[in-house]
């Protein structure tokens, strides 16, 4: 089944010749611009989705986007996540799934999610046979897995309840780059999450991603602070190891953006996603949770979801 499934999601990795890689006119072809948008299709038996992003590599956003489907299942909802990070897949990891082998195919030819504490998952780190390879693939073959991961996934199958999702949780990769634009193109986002940190450059970075989300029409449903404040176990005293939150806040406001939720600098949150038992599953009562909890109610407010 392994080699079957490889081949399956894995065979453009043959190499492309690009006949014109810098996409400069040919004489002949029809202009990019007047192609048009690709025609969106909603993602079979999911019923909201949204999608987690940040401009800027290692702020957390891939914790962020598992605690967040995790608080949505702990609030009543079918829920699932999709990691889109080709390049650096996080999921697997994050849910303790790494050794489970790959997934199978329903009767359909549809990948089945692997399922952990009650959410559904799928990620292209479950088809490599070694974690530790790099992907190394071109546009083409970026965009043709992105296509499969969010079209060819039987979101009614992998436990838990039947009938599909109410909510996925698509853990975008950082940047602005292909992948979250064909992905804004393709289905119909519900909105985004924003994560950063309170970082200039990473703020700076978050700001790019709003304005990405604006272009494509997708609305941001607000931004999740990460990391912003550490607190001694000892004496108690907090330390903005990052910078103040003023330019956090002075970006919401320019941009008319809620902030969500301001996640602590905790040692055991990191702990918690390296073991594979997110922060809101293996500590469901501590303040770190509540504030996944909190943010989780306030977007399912914001799609209309109703939870318990």
């Known amino acids: 089944m392994r080699s079957h499934i490889n081949r399956r999601l894995l065979h453009t990795t043959q190499l492309l010749h690009h006949e014109n890689p810098l996409g400069l006119p040919q004489k002949g072809a029809i202009p990019r611009f007047q192609r048009g948008l690709p025609t969106k299709r909603p993602i ?100 043709k897995a992105i296509q499969q991961l969010l079209h060819e996934v039987d979101w009614t199958a992998g436990g838990g309840e039947g009938g599909g999702v109410d909510v996925l949780v698509l853990d975008l990769p950082p940047g602005t780059g292909d992948i979250q634009l064909s ?34 029409g997708v609305p941001v449903l607000g931004l999740v602070q990460n990391m912003g404040v550490f607190r001694c176990p000892c004496c108690g005293g907090e330390t903005a190891v990052f910078g103040g939150h003023d330019k956090v806040l002075n970006m919401c406001e320019e941009r008319g953006i809620e902030l969500l939720g301001d996640v602590p600098l905790h040692p055991s949150i990191g702990e918690d996603g390296s073991w594979g038992k997110p922060t809101v599953a293996a500590e469901p009562e501590s303040e770190r949770a509540r504030v996944f909890m909190d943010v989780a109610r306030k977007l399912a407010g914001k799609m209309n979801l109703e939870v318990s």
């Open 44 to 143: 079979r038996n999911v019923s909201h989705i949204l999608a987690v992003s940040s401009a800027k590599g290692g702020v957390g956003k891939s914790t962020i986007a598992a605690n967040l489907s995790l608080a949505f299942a702990r609030l009543g909802l079918r829920a699932g996540i999709l990691d889109t990070d080709i390049f650096g897949p996080s999921i697997p990891t994050l849910f303790d799934l790494t050794t489970t082998g790959p997934p199978h195919l329903s009767p359909s030819n549809q990948l089945i999610p692997l399922t952990a504490y009650g959410v559904k998952t799928m990620s292209l780190g479950y088809l490599q046979e070694d974690e530790s390879a790099p992907v190394v693939w071109r546009g083409p073959m970026l965009l």
């Open 183 to 216: 992905i804004a193109q393709q289905v119909p986002l519900d909105g985004a999450v924003v994560v950063t940190t309170p970082h200039v450059l990473a703020v700076k970075d978050a700001v790019k991603g709003v304005g990405m989300f604006g272009k494509v």
